[in-house]
């Protein structure tokens, strides 16, 4: 279990003892008053004590905002590279669209604080800057610019990654702090163990599903986060990326491999994109539903190629809850 949903579960123990209190107190009388007041409310309380106040949270925040601060120099960076971008194009220096150097959507991870998308646009967005150093130089794009984009992307992964934070394991807790949230979770236990064997007594096949620590673990745990997919289409072959899609989120794939790949809509399931939008090899596209070609719920890719396999990366940004 991670430090940070201690608390949490240790409630839900709390309030599923409290729904069946009087049942569960008449099968073991251990638990009666004032166990609950004296011993499991102290004990939930000390823990939370220990995480609102204490030095994990406040590194945590610290750790967060100045990650936060070094993906926002990037803004700048970026809207100058986009200014730099649009000069080279109109004298002919650069013929790439804009749209293939990602910057859209390296702008937006940053904006949304999504730094798994963060990292994925900036590995897009730098590879294609370092193919076209030359004219982006002659326009006074410089290549101490281009360094910068690296060096604050790598300023901001690399705290994310090694930032102290409150999803770190329960191991990883000082000795004191660890036997002060091992004393909370015997203690939980204790009462899921009550709980299960009043409910085996009587037969209450629901509570006693209910009464399991991984039953309540996960009603308190989110769902993580989702990240880029890589989806793999054999030759000659489809897949359905998405039913049903979000009108406003955002569709991001990426083509890994050099092989012809379309995407559409379909409104049957099995059938398959004769004609949809082609993803160009190595460059991230953005689409919404409406910008997708075709009809139909089923958001699908078709391999054209009938020797390669396809790999595109996929993730779509959830604009309605951003």
Not at 9 to 37: C, G, Q, R, S
Not at 40 to 45: G, N, P, Q, R, T
Not at 136 to 160: E, M
């Amino acid at each position: 279990m991670k430090i940070e949903h201690v608390v949490s579960y240790a409630t839900a123990v709390k309030a599923l003892f409290d729904a069946h209190k009087d049942e569960v107190i008449n099968y073991n009388a251990l638990l009666d008053d004032p166990f609950e007041a004296n011993v499991l409310d102290v004990k939930i309380a000390a823990v939370g004590s220990m995480l609102g106040t204490g030095v994990l949270r406040k590194l945590n925040k610290g750790e967060t905002a100045d990650r936060n601060s070094y993906m926002d120099k990037l803004i700048p960076i970026l809207n100058d590279l986009e200014f730099k971008i649009d000069i080279c194009r109109t004298n002919g220096t650069i013929t790439d669209s804009l749209a293939s150097f990602g910057l859209g959507a390296f702008k937006r991870a940053i904006q949304l604080r999504k730094i798994d998308l963060f990292h994925l646009s900036y590995e897009s967005t730098y590879a294609r800057v370092l193919l076209v150093t030359t004219p982006l130089a002659d326009v006074g794009f410089t290549a101490a610019k281009v360094t910068s984009i690296k060096t604050w992307h790598n300023k901001a992964w690399d705290l994310n990654t090694t930032k102290i934070n409150l999803k770190l394991e329960i191991n990883t807790l000082s000795r004191g702090n660890l036997a002060m949230v091992n004393d909370l979770l015997g203690v939980c236990q204790d009462v899921i163990d009550s709980i299960r064997a009043f409910a085996a007594s009587e037969g209450n096949t629901k509570l006693m599903k209910q009464a399991t620590r991984s039953a309540i673990e996960k009603s308190v745990v989110p769902t993580p986060a989702k990240k880029p997919r890589k989806r793999n289409i054999g030759p000659g072959s489809s897949v359905v990326l998405r039913k049903d899609m979000v009108a406003k989120n955002i569709l991001q794939m990426t083509l890994l491999t050099d092989v012809k790949v379309l995407v559409c809509r379909q409104v049957l399931k099995t059938d398959a994109c004769v004609t949809g939008s082609v993803l160009p090899f190595g460059t991230m596209v953005e689409m919404k539903k409406k910008e997708i070609m075709g009809s139909g719920e089923f958001v699908k890719l078709t391999n054209v190629d009938t020797n390669k396999k396809a790999v595109v990366l996929v993730y779509e940004v959830d604009v309605k809850k951003a």
